[in-house]
């Protein structure tokens, strides 16, 4: 907490209480009442005298000028005490200031309880009435300065002292025949009076306290809010710093074991390196997981609504996953309403990743029987559905199914007793992080999500869109079809799969990873060049040899810029086409490439998604 220098020789005083001094003053200086009580009162004063006596009294009226000098000098110095105060003070003069100001307003004080005082020997000789109004005018005097002065304890105890200890003196002197019986009730009220301004200053501390204790809560509330923040973004600069170093390991691993699964002879070691590939994409999901739901979390996923068609979306889908599906030996299917334009607007990356998530779910979670993907029209809206004749879920798990790490333990229970260790499978393994990021996505926008479960027969996980979401078919597509191509051919080709043609370049600073991936696309029939920076790729362009796709990294040594360098080669190799890799989870890469309109793959690449690309675009053998 700020302080101020020292004041009046004592410690150093904390700067709200100094602030409350100021306030109190500027409080004292907004109210008129007494300027004008000075002013209008004596003349009432002066025109009774007249009329009880006949004649002006010469004192009175001196009387009267004075305090209407004083007036006119308290209109003045009220007005240059807001403007000294009012304004930003500096904190180093805020107690100089202040002192001399609590100095002139108890001399302001003493000035006006002389002055009103004054009354009193100048009305001695008046009649018992006029003298008993002098007294109940001073009462109501030293009434309002109780009420308006209490606060301030210095400025009322001088006021208080001289106007009610004049008053207190002269009673008996002032009232001859009857002052012994008004002592007593003057010392009343003025009991009275001190207790009245007493409980003022109490409730004004009181006051000041509750508002002091709100102010330090608010204080703790913004520094906490203000250190969450700061934890939080120091949490998403380490997610994405460490990202990029995360994913190349694990997209170096995936595509070894690729590799290895290609060229293994041994029939005993095809098991132990389906379970390498199913541990290195569980770790990849993992990551993908984990990274997807902080950004969602921290607020740092923008929305980008755009028009999609869910036909493409579900039939990408269910192309991705059908080598896994195949591979547990389970039927995969989707399914469109028909008759019914499947066009919506919304974030086509949120939207395709809670399918995704939803539907690598249930095939994780069943041991026989199938899948199905399917939307339909509910309640005017689209409604995404993926069905599984998996183990189902309790009632008293569903609540929780959707928290992150969450693992249900009568799911756990029936999976040990329908196939004995396969809660130990690669495949059945799961970080329960997949459920959450759909949750997460739901609610980031707008959607609408839940489940329906029977134990021992299967689940149905659902997204619920808004109607509002719907899309005419007369409006054009956006970028629904623009990464799709990737994905929808991404289903296992068997044994013998045909080799590819063509010249690819890598371009990655990362060794073990250009290597692992040029290794992959050798045995995929393909003649690989691998750089590590522009320059060789600028060397090999100027010596005349062009590729026929382009996989270059997003960010290379030295700064160098992923999307310039594809730019550039792509421009000089007009009959090639190329991808971006990169680790970097944010959604400003994403939109960059799709405005320069270039095809992002994030690492860890699936080397399904790669061949179902290349092979897009790329000649197959024997063709």
């Known amino acids: 907490m700020a302080t101020s ?60 000028l004075g305090m209407a000098l004083m007036a006119c000098v308290f209109v003045g110095l009220r007005r240059q005490l807001r403007r000294d105060l009012g304004a930003a003070v500096p904190s180093a003069e805020l107690p100089t200031r202040l002192q001399r100001w609590e100095r002139v307003m108890g001399r302001m004080a003493l000035l006006n309880a002389g002055s009103w005082a004054l009354a009193i020997p100048l009305t001695h000789g008046s009649g018992h009435e006029f003298r008993l109004f002098i007294y109940l005018v001073l009462c109501g005097v030293v009434a309002s300065a109780a009420t308006f002065l209490a606060p301030a304890a210095a400025v009322f105890k001088r006021f208080f002292g001289v106007l009610y200890g004049a008053m207190l003196l002269a009673v008996v002197w002032y009232f001859p025949n009857r002052g012994l019986y008004l002592l007593p009730l003057l010392m009343l009220y003025g009991a009275t009076i001190a207790r009245h301004a007493w409980g003022a200053r109490q409730l004004m501390q009181q006051q000041w306290a509750q508002e002091r204790d709100r102010q330090l809560l608010a204080e703790r509330y913004l520094a906490a809010k203000e250190q969450a923040e700061q934890a939080l973004e120091a949490k998403s600069r380490f997610l994405s710093a460490a990202s990029h170093d995360l994913r190349q390991p694990l997209h170096a691993l995936g595509l070894l074991v690729e590799t290895a699964r290609q060229r293994n002879a041994d029939g005993a070691l095809a098991g132990v390196l389906d379970d390498a590939q199913a541990c290195a994409q569980s770790l990849g999901t993992m990551c993908n997981d984990l990274l997807d739901l902080s950004r969602l979390e921290n607020g740092t996923w923008e929305l980008r609504a755009q028009v999609m068609d869910l036909r493409i979306l579900l039939g990408d889908a269910t192309r991705l996953f059908a080598a896994e599906a195949r591979q547990r030996g389970l039927v995969l299917r989707w399914r469109v309403a028909r008759g019914m334009d499947s066009l919506v607007r919304a974030d086509e990356a949120l939207l395709r990743q809670m399918v995704f998530n939803l539907l690598h779910n249930a095939l994780r979670y069943t041991q026989r029987g199938g899948v199905l993907l399917a939307a339909r029209v509910h309640g005017g809206g689209w409604r995404i559905e993926v069905w599984d004749t998996g183990l189902g879920i309790a009632a008293e798990d569903r609540p929780h199914v959707f928290a992150p790490h969450f693992r ?216």
Request: proline fraction near 6%; aromatic fraction near 4%; charged fraction near 15%.
């Open 5 to 64: 220098s020292e004041h009046d020789g004592g410690p150093a005083e904390p700067l709200w209480k100094l602030q409350q001094r100021q306030r109190l003053l500027l409080s004292i200086a907004s109210r008129g009442s007494s300027e004008a009580a000075a002013l209008i009162i004596p003349g009432i004063v002066v025109w009774l005298q007249r009329h009880e006596t006949g004649a002006f009294q010469a004192p009175l009226l001196l009387w009267w």
């Open 408 to 623: 249900a333990r009568s799911g756990q229970a029936a999976r040990r007793a329908a196939q004995p260790g396969a809660e130990h499978l690669p495949g059945v393994s799961s970080q329960g992080l997949g459920l959450a990021v759909v949750a997460a996505a739901a609610r980031r926008m707008g959607v609408e999500h839940g489940l329906l479960s029977t134990p021992g027969r299967g689940s149905c996980f659902w997204l619920q869109l808004s109607p509002s979401l719907n899309v005419q078919a007369d409006l054009p597509l956006g970028h629904a079809q623009a990464q799709a191509g990737a994905e929808a051919e991404a289903a296992a080709n068997p044994p013998g799969r045909p080799l590819l043609q063509g010249r690819c370049w890598v371009v990655d600073d990362d060794v073990q990873v250009a290597q692992a991936l040029a290794g992959l696309l050798r045995g995929w029939g393909l003649t690989v060049d691998v750089a590590a920076a522009g320059r060789e790729a600028q060397a090999w362009l100027a010596a005349g040899q062009h590729p026929d796709f382009v996989l270059c990294d997003h960010q290379l040594a030295h700064g160098e810029n992923g999307f310039a360098l594809l730019q550039n080669v792509l421009a000089q190799s007009p009959q090639a086409a190329g991808a971006l890799l990169s680790g970097d989870p944010s959604a400003a890469l994403e939109q960059q490439a799709q405005e320069l309109g270039y095809l992002l793959l994030r690492k860890p690449v699936d080397p399904l998604a790669l061949r179902a690309l290349l092979q897009r675009r790329l000649a197959v053998a024997g063709a």
